[in-house]
């Protein structure tokens, strides 16, 4: 186990994940996970395709009790509290750690009944059109869709809707926002945008972002978790973390040699 | 042949070993072979439909004026008209949709959102596929048997109530399996979505699926219904009746009358050895056909209204 608790000194921790395995069906699909995540900081999950970023990813907001399958061992502390006991409730939870999928995905519905859609389901008291110009503004849409906030969230180009998708996340005043591979459907100018943008929310939001672009991952993240898959006797595969530290030590003097092949492109 | 040897001279695929025979002729005479006969399907489907609208419409068309539409059945071929039957249909099949829709689509939610992939699931799912290929008499034997004789205190017997209620049993199958099929089409990625930001399973489905499948359930619900708009054995079964001249009142009065429906007359008419009672059975057909044309009419409207705007 490479996590080395000595090289990542945190005084507070948002989310801490402990001894994660996470299996489907019988299947171990990631084992043995340790990441503090601190607050108000950008993570980045690298590593090969398979090796369980999205499933660690979909854990830390319970979005994984949705797939039938699924069954997590091990305990994840979000400010402290296990947010796999009993006590605790996903859907509550969710309201805390919004996510941001892969694919754009907007409700067929009008720009503004997207946004606030999460707030009046959530019993959202307060101005509602003032809450959809906010959260349309901190995701640095307002300008383009000011004047339509009628038309349908799918009539909008891929980078707006993803960007409407963070708009729709940033309304509920997240503490966590996760994002799976957020500009993996964009063009360049989209994606800087987006990047642009995650760099803004860090002031307010802690933001953990799976992201198979290394540029992507040392432009935007203040720490970086490596993941890999090595094969198991059974013949499957399965993920572990093989080291979690600060960006730019990950990029530029890391401990294990998997590392840096993977992030210098000589990775297999 | 000439491969491009020197390209593949470093791969390990000996590309020499592989051999196409495309013989192209012979798969363009398939071609045209397999578009012959289908489209020899579509013209001997059409023509038997076709001599069957024209030979009802040269015997019925006559036959439909007001005096037809707007009279008893009578034992006089001259006299007699279609009012009771027409009024009946609209009675069973309003109380069939009352009754079917909500239930139908009340289950297929419940099967697809709530207890999707589990071994219950399983089981009714099995079960429903069965009962939407049981046949109509069957349902006609079952409404007898329950909602004329046991439910007879509720039902008063051989009434309006009895028959809708068997219908609706009829009908349910194919509305449930029509909604889940609406449900399953919207994607995951909706459902997700909706969760993730902080959504319980019934607000996702209240406010994100079902607004979504919605098309697909009215269009599933309308297409099931004209089938029970269709049904003479389960009705003929529980003892509908085929000479009623009075109209049930417009109270809960008429739920207890008994009843005629536009197949059964259109059934005792053809019946019947006189030549006068057959062309009345064609204008009856007519009229039950338009009556089915409009409802398919509100399904393709219905769909076309809620389609969400892309
Ligand atoms: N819903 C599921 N059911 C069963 N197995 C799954 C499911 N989702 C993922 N897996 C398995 O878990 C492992 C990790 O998958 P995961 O999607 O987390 O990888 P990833 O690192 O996100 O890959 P990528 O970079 O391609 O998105 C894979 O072996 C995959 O087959
Ligand atoms: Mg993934």
Known sequence: MAFNSSSVTMTEVVLSLRKLNVFYGSSLAVRDVNIDIPPNQVVAFIGPSGCGKSTVLRCLNRMNDLIPSARVEGQIFYHGKDIYDKVVDPVDLRRRIGMVFQKPNPFPKSIYDNIAFGARINGYKGDMDELVETSLRKAALWDEVKDQLKKSGLALSGGQQQRLCIARAIALQPDVILMDEPCSALDPISTLKVEDLIHELEAQYTIVIVTHNMQQASRVSDYTAFFNAEPTEKGGKVGYLVEYDKTDKIFNSPQEQATQEYVSGRFG | ?310
């Open chain 2, 1 to 310: 042949m000439t491969l491009p040897s020197q390209a593949f001279q470093d791969d390990s695929l000996d590309f020499k070993e592989l051999k196409f025979f495309p013989d192209l002729p012979k798969r363009y005479k398939i071609d045209s072979v397999f578009k012959f006969a289908s489209w020899a399907a579509v013209v001997i489907a059409l023509s038997v439909l076709s001599i069957l609208l024209i030979e009802v419409a040269i015997d019925g068309l006559s036959m439909i004026n007001w005096q037809f539409l707007t009279s008893y059945p009578s034992r006089k071929p001259a006299d007699a008209g279609i009012l009771s039957p027409i009024v009946g249909t609209i009675w069973v099949m309003v109380l069939v949709a009352l009754f079917s829709f909500p239930i139908g689509v009340g289950a297929g939610i419940f099967l697809e959102e709530f207890i999707a992939d589990s071994f219950l699931e399983n089981v009714i799912e099995v079960n429903i596929a069965n009962l939407a290929a049981v046949p109509s008499i069957i349902y006609g034997l079952l409404g007898l048997q329950v909602f004329v004789r046991w439910l007879f205190p509720l039902t008063q017997g051989r009434t309006i109530i009895s028959g809708a209620l068997t219908l609706t049993l009829l009908v349910l199958p194919i509305i449930i399996i029509a909604t889940r099929e609406a449900l399953r089409a919207v994607p995951g990625s909706m459902r997700q979505a909706g969760f993730a930001l902080g959504a319980t399973r019934w607000q996702v489905v209240r406010d994100i699926v079902f607004p979504q499948a919605l098309p697909g359930i009215l269009t599933g619900t309308i297409l099931a219904l004209s089938r029970g708009i269709g049904e003479t054995a389960p009705l003929i079964t529980i003892g509908a009746l085929t000479y009623v001249a009075f109209l049930p009142p417009l109270s809960l009065e008429g739920l207890h009358s008994t009843f005629s429906v536009l197949p059964i007359q259109i059934f005792n008419w053809v019946s019947r050895p006189q030549q006068e009672f057959h062309l009345l059975a064609a204008g009856a057909i007519i009229v039950l056909m338009v009556l089915l044309l409009a409802m398919n009419g509100i399904a393709i409207y219905l769909r076309n209204r809620f389609q969400i705007t892309r």
